[in-house]
């Protein structure tokens, strides 16, 4: 489905007035195109009427009809009868005497009866002042229709930097409010009922978002806290029980079973607690950061775990390469990617660093997936249950990508799973700008 572009509410509303104006103003141009053919009509009408009088009063007295206007002519009828013959009426082009320019005339020809006789009449009047009328008329209605729709526009614009600043100003805090911050948020000083219900809304759901956090946070920290003291008291006696040489002649497999079960609550414990926090936005320590160090700093920390799998691994890393993320988010997104990459990769395989221009990549050798990539950064997801995993390692990294305005890709290429991390287009705007 094709996705709608959004249009700000001024647009829509500009659009919809352009669109009524452009109606009124074709149904008023209907009206006076109209109203201007019958007032030509009526006063031509009117004209051929005087002259008809005129005629008949010349035939009446006598006098001679020659002397009339030379676009009138007067025959005698003898077999025609003047109530029956419709007047007849037609335009033509002449040469007008006067000007020496051809024309638009207006003709009529009828028949009427004077003194007992019948006359048939041809009269013709100018109307190519009339024509003038009706062009000049409709040649001001379009220049009125585009100076209204300019008038329209720039009005609109005034209106969306002048009346709409308090709706921005508002837009603006909930875009930069984040969860947790103990921030003052001022209200905006308006008189328009929307905004105020709006910004009267905003600040509701403020204490409310802040007070369920809040008791969200106390009831984590809480959980973890208490958890974690007897995880410890556990981990500690198991510990003893492991250290006894004769229990664990007889119970050595559950010994070692409730071992490796409490290490595994207090790691998941861990985890789940720093993913709270990471979709809390407790994080907020963000600046550029070059990966080259860091990254060669968590290579050595795994090396020993890479040759016990008769692992090799290649780094292709650049001195100039740098992100924009919390340097402590960093170091968990690295340990990860490290090692899933030699949790999963093939014994005497190789694992492949790569930092480029606005990302970087870790990669290890493997056989395809038989499930779809975008499982794999669901929380829980492991490909077996045998090898110690939480399912949380890439869960963690995609979250912290979310954080960081980072975008987290999978790929098979050449034989190898890469895991690619790069900023987006907006945080590479940014990272240029300020290095210039």
Do not use: W
């Not at 921005?168 to 103990?182: E, H, V, W």
């Not at 790691?267 to 080259?292: A, M, Q």
């Amino acid at each position: 489905m094709k996705k709608l572009k959004n249009i700000s509410l001024l647009t829509k509303t500009t659009l919809i007035y352009l669109g009524v104006t452009f109606f009124a103003f074709f149904i008023v141009s209907i009206f006076i195109a109209h109203e201007v053919d019958t007032f030509i009509e009526k006063e031509l009408d009117y004209r051929f009427s005087k002259e008809e009088r005129k005629i008949s009063h010349f035939i009446k007295k006598g006098k001679r009809v020659h002397l009339l206007k030379p676009y009138s002519s007067v025959l005698s009828v003898e077999n025609s009868s003047a109530e029956d013959f419709s007047p007849v009426y037609c335009d033509t082009l002449l040469l007008n005497i006067h000007t020496e320019e051809i024309e638009h005339y207006r003709k009529k020809i009828t028949v009427i009866n004077v003194n007992g006789k019948n006359y048939k009449l041809q009269m013709m009047k100018s109307i190519e002042d009339f024509d003038k009328l009706r062009n000049n008329i409709f040649a001001l209605i379009i220049p009125a229709f585009i100076l209204l729709a300019v008038g329209i526009v720039c009005f609109n614009f005034f209106l969306s930097g002048f009346l709409f600043q308090p709706f921005n100003r508002i837009l603006a805090q909930m875009q930069s409010y984040q969860t947790g911050q103990k921030i003052h948020i001022e209200k905006q000083k308006t008189t328009t009922s929307e905004f105020v219900k709006m910004q009267r809304l905003f600040h509701y759901m403020l204490e409310r978002v802040d007070k369920d956090y809040r008791n969200l946070k106390e009831y984590t920290e809480n959980m973890a806290h208490e958890i974690k003291t007897p995880l410890a008291v556990i981990l500690n006696k198991t510990e003893s029980l492991i250290s006894d040489e004769k229990i664990m002649e007889k119970q050595a497999k559950a010994v070692k079973t409730i071992y490796d079960e409490v290490n595994h609550l207090t790691r998941l414990g861990n985890v789940l607690n720093l993913l709270t926090k990471i979709e809390n936005n407790e994080f907020n320590n963000s600046r550029r950061v070059g990966l080259r160090e860091i990254i060669e700093h968590h290579v050595e920390a795994v090396r020993e775990l890479i040759e016990l799998k008769s692992m090799s691994i290649e780094l292709d890393l650049s001195d100039k390469h740098s992100i924009n993320i919390d340097p402590f988010l960093l170091d968990i997104i690295i340990k990860n990617l490290l090692r899933n990459a030699i949790r999963y990769g093939n014994i005497n395989g190789k694992i492949r660093i790569c930092t480029e221009e606005g990302k970087f990549s870790v990669g290890n050798e493997g056989e395809p997936l038989t499930v779809p990539s975008e499982i794999l950064f669901k929380r829980f997801y492991r490909k077996d249950n045998s090898n110690g995993s939480l399912g949380l390692g890439l869960a963690l990294v995609k979250e912290i990508c979310e954080l960081s305005n980072l975008q987290v890709e999978y790929f098979y290429q050449s034989g190898q799973h890469v895991f690619s991390i790069s900023e987006n287009k907006e945080q590479k705007l940014i990272s240029k700008n300020l290095d210039l």
